[in-house]
C-alpha cells in the first residue's frame, strides 16, 4: 500500500532509538529476560517541588487553551534562566514553547529550509536531525568525527563543509549520542569561521546542559556576535526527569519566533497548559536542585567506562555530559560471533539483542557506522548485569 501512502512518509526513516526500544518491549512481553540501554530517558521521578506545581495548576483551572506560543509567565522565566545559565539576552518576544524540544526542531527546519539548503550535522548527531532536515526540504551535509577526537569537528572541518548553498549547522552539546561537550575556546573557534558567513544559522541543541560533567558550560550564543545567527533549543524533559511533560522552548531572532508561533499555530497550537505551568517552577529553580542525579550520572559514566575498558575490542573515549557512551566497535566487523557474522554497527547491536539480551542503538543511526550507543540511566545493578553480558557476547 505504500504507493498510496505520500513520497514525504516513504522516504522518512523510522526513529531507530524509538524502533529499538519498541523491539526490546516486544521481546521482554515474551518473556524474554532484556536490559534495555536504548532510549534517552532519566530513571528518577520528576521531582516533588515540580509535582506540587502541577496539582496546584490542576486546582487553579489551568484546562484551557494556552496563548500558541506559551504562557507570558513561562517565556519570562525562560528569558531568566537564559541569562541566569547561560549569559543569553532573550525577550519572552524571542521564546517559544513547544510539545516537546523535538516539535522546537521541526518547527525551525519547517520556517528556515527550502528546498535545496543544505545544513551542516557534525557526526554523530541526533538521530531526528537528519531526518527532520530531509522532510523540511533541506539537505543534511554529515561532517564525520571519531572516538579519537571526543566526537567534536573542528573549524577546518567546518569550513570545509560550508557552500554556497549552506543555510545552518545543527549540534548538541553535550551530544546526543556522544556525551561530549564543547568548551567555550572550542566553540570560539568555530564562531570565527560563521563569522565569515553572516548567512548561515545555528542550532544549539542545549536540552542535556546540566548533565555536564566538565565544570563548565558555554552556549555558543554567549560568543560575541553569535546570538543574532543561534537558535537556542533546550527544554525540561532531560535535567528535570519530565520526558513525558512534553515542553521544549527555543531562543531565537524575532522574525524566527514568530516564524515558529506561526506555524506551531496551524499545527498544534499551544503546548499542555498543566505542563508548561509546572515547567515556570522547573525553570525558575536554581540548577543546584539537580546535584544529586547529575552526581549518580557522573558516578554511572565513570563505572561504564571502567567496564567498556575491559572488553578487548571496544574503544571508548570519556564522555563529559549526557547520559550515554557511543563506543567503537569497528574492530569486531568482518569477524564471526558465535556462528554471527559482523559486517557493521547494526549487526553488532543486533548480536548484543539476540545473545546478550541487551537493547542498544547502532551508529547509524546518528551518521556514526563505526558506533553503537546505550543510555546508563539506569541503576548501577543493572548497569554492571549488562556490562557482564556485553562482555561475555563479544569476547571470541
Same mark, same amino acid.
Given at each position: 500500500?505504500? &504507493?498510496?501512502? $505520500?513520497?514525504?512518509?516513504? @522516504?522518512? *526513516?523510522?526513529?531507530?532509538?524509538?524502533?529499538?526500544?519498541?523491539?526490546?518491549?516486544?521481546?521482554?512481553?515474551?518473556?524474554?529476560?532484556?536490559?534495555?540501554?536504548?532510549?534517552?530517558?532519566?530513571?528518577?521521578?520528576?521531582?516533588? !517541588?515540580?509535582?506540587?506545581?502541577?496539582?496546584?495548576?490542576?486546582?487553579?483551572?489551568? $484546562? %484551557?487553551?494556552?496563548?500558541?506560543?506559551?504562557?507570558?509567565?513561562?517565556?519570562?522565566?525562560?528569558?531568566?534562566?537564559?541569562?541566569?545559565? @547561560?549569559?543569553?539576552?532573550?525577550?519572552?518576544?524571542?521564546?517559544?514553547?513547544?510539545?516537546?524540544?523535538?516539535?522546537?526542531?521541526?518547527?525551525?527546519?519547517?520556517?528556515?529550509?527550502?528546498?535545496?539548503?543544505?545544513?551542516?550535522?557534525?557526526?554523530? +548527531?541526533?538521530?531526528?536531525?537528519?531526518?527532520?532536515?530531509?522532510? $523540511?526540504?533541506?539537505?543534511?551535509?554529515?561532517?564525520?568525527?571519531?572516538?579519537? %577526537?571526543?566526537?567534536?569537528?573542528?573549524?577546518?572541518?567546518?569550513?570545509?563543509?560550508? %557552500?554556497?548553498?549552506?543555510?545552518?549547522?545543527? !549540534?548538541?552539546?553535550?551530544?546526543?549520542?556522544?556525551?561530549?561537550?564543547?568548551?567555550?575556546?572550542?566553540?570560539?573557534? =568555530?564562531?570565527?569561521?560563521?563569522?565569515? &558567513?553572516?548567512?548561515?544559522?545555528?542550532?544549539?541543541?542545549?536540552? +542535556?546542559? &546540566?548533565?555536564?560533567?566538565?565544570?563548565?558550560?558555554?552556549?555558543?550564543?554567549?560568543?560575541?556576535? /553569535?546570538?543574532?545567527?543561534?537558535?537556542?533549543?533546550?527544554?525540561?524533559?532531560?535535567?528535570?526527569? /519530565?520526558?513525558?511533560?512534553? #515542553?521544549?522552548? #527555543?531562543?531565537?531572532?524575532?522574525?524566527?519566533?514568530?516564524?515558529?508561533?506561526?506555524?506551531?499555530?496551524?499545527?498544534?497550537?499551544?503546548?499542555?497548559?498543566?505542563?508548561?505551568?509546572?515547567?515556570?517552577?522547573?525553570?525558575? *529553580?536554581?540548577?543546584?536542585?539537580?546535584?544529586?542525579?547529575?552526581?549518580? !550520572? &557522573?558516578?554511572?559514566?565513570?563505572?561504564?567506562?571502567?567496564?567498556?575498558?575491559?572488553?578487548?575490542?571496544?574503544? #571508548?573515549?570519556?564522555?563529559?555530559?549526557?547520559?550515554?557512551?557511543?563506543?567503537?566497535? $569497528?574492530?569486531?566487523?568482518?569477524?564471526?560471533?558465535?556462528?554471527?557474522?559482523?559486517?557493521?554497527?547494526?549487526?553488532?547491536?543486533?548480536?548484543?539483542?539476540?545473545?546478550?539480551?541487551?537493547? %542498544?542503538?547502532?551508529?547509524?543511526?546518528?551518521?556514526?557506522?563505526?558506533? #553503537?550507543?546505550?543510555?546508563?540511566?539506569?541503576?548501577?545493578?543493572? =548497569?554492571?548485569?549488562?556490562?557482564?553480558?556485553?562482555?561475555?557476547?563479544?569476547?571470541?
Amino acid at each position: 500500500m505504500n &504507493h498510496i501512502l $505520500s513520497d514525504r512518509i516513504n @522516504n522518512l *526513516a523510522t526513529s531507530q532509538t524509538l524502533a529499538m526500544a519498541a523491539l526490546a518491549r516486544e521481546l521482554k512481553a515474551q518473556g524474554k529476560d532484556i536490559i534495555s540501554l536504548s532510549l534517552g530517558e532519566p530513571d528518577f521521578n520528576t521531582p516533588e !517541588f515540580i509535582k506540587e506545581a502541577v496539582k496546584k495548576a490542576v486546582d487553579e483551572n489551568y $484546562s %484551557t487553551y494556552s496563548p500558541v506560543e506559551g504562557y507570558l509567565e513561562l517565556r519570562e522565566a525562560i528569558s531568566r534562566k537564559f541569562k541566569r545559565d @547561560n549569559g543569553l539576552e532573550y525577550k519572552p518576544t524571542q521564546i517559544v514553547v513547544s510539545t516537546g524540544a523535538k516539535q522546537s526542531l521541526y518547527n525551525i527546519a519547517q520556517v528556515m529550509l527550502n528546498d535545496g539548503d543544505e545544513v551542516i550535522l557534525p557526526a554523530p +548527531y541526533w538521530v531526528s536531525y537528519f531526518e527532520i532536515v530531509k522532510l $523540511s526540504g533541506g539537505v543534511p551535509v554529515e561532517v564525520p568525527t571519531s572516538v579519537d %577526537t571526543d566526537f567534536k569537528i573542528t573549524p577546518e572541518q567546518l569550513e570545509a563543509a560550508i %557552500t554556497p548553498k549552506t543555510k545552518m549547522m545543527w !549540534f548538541s552539546s553535550p551530544c546526543n549520542p556522544s556525551g561530549s561537550v564543547y568548551s567555550r575556546e572550542e566553540l570560539t573557534a =568555530l564562531a570565527k569561521v560563521l563569522e565569515k &558567513h553572516p548567512n548561515i544559522y545555528v542550532v544549539a541543541d542545549e536540552i +542535556y546542559e &546540566h548533565i555536564n560533567f566538565s565544570g563548565t558550560f558555554c552556549s555558543i550564543g554567549s560568543i560575541p556576535g /553569535m546570538l543574532e545567527k543561534t537558535i537556542t533549543v533546550n527544554g525540561v524533559a532531560k535535567a528535570f526527569a /519530565m520526558t513525558g511533560y512534553r #515542553i521544549g522552548y #527555543i531562543g531565537a531572532p524575532e522574525f524566527i519566533a514568530k516564524a515558529c508561533t506561526k506555524i506551531q499555530g496551524q499545527v498544534t497550537s499551544g503546548a499542555n497548559s498543566v505542563a508548561q505551568r509546572a515547567t515556570i517552577t522547573a525553570v525558575d *529553580a536554581d540548577p543546584s536542585v539537580l546535584n544529586h542525579m547529575v552526581q549518580a !550520572f &557522573h558516578t554511572r559514566r565513570d563505572l561504564v567506562v571502567g567496564l567498556l575498558k575491559e572488553i578487548p575490542g571496544v574503544k #571508548i573515549n570519556v564522555p563529559e555530559g549526557a547520559f550515554y557512551v557511543f563506543p567503537d566497535v $569497528s574492530s569486531f566487523f568482518g569477524k564471526t560471533l558465535r556462528g554471527t557474522e559482523i559486517k557493521d554497527a547494526n549487526d553488532v547491536s543486533m548480536y548484543l539483542l539476540a545473545e546478550a539480551n541487551v537493547a %542498544t542503538v547502532t551508529g547509524d543511526a546518528f551518521g556514526n557506522p563505526n558506533c #553503537i550507543r546505550f543510555s546508563y540511566a539506569t541503576s548501577d545493578d543493572i =548497569l554492571k548485569e549488562a556490562l557482564r553480558r556485553i562482555k561475555e557476547a563479544l569476547t571470541l
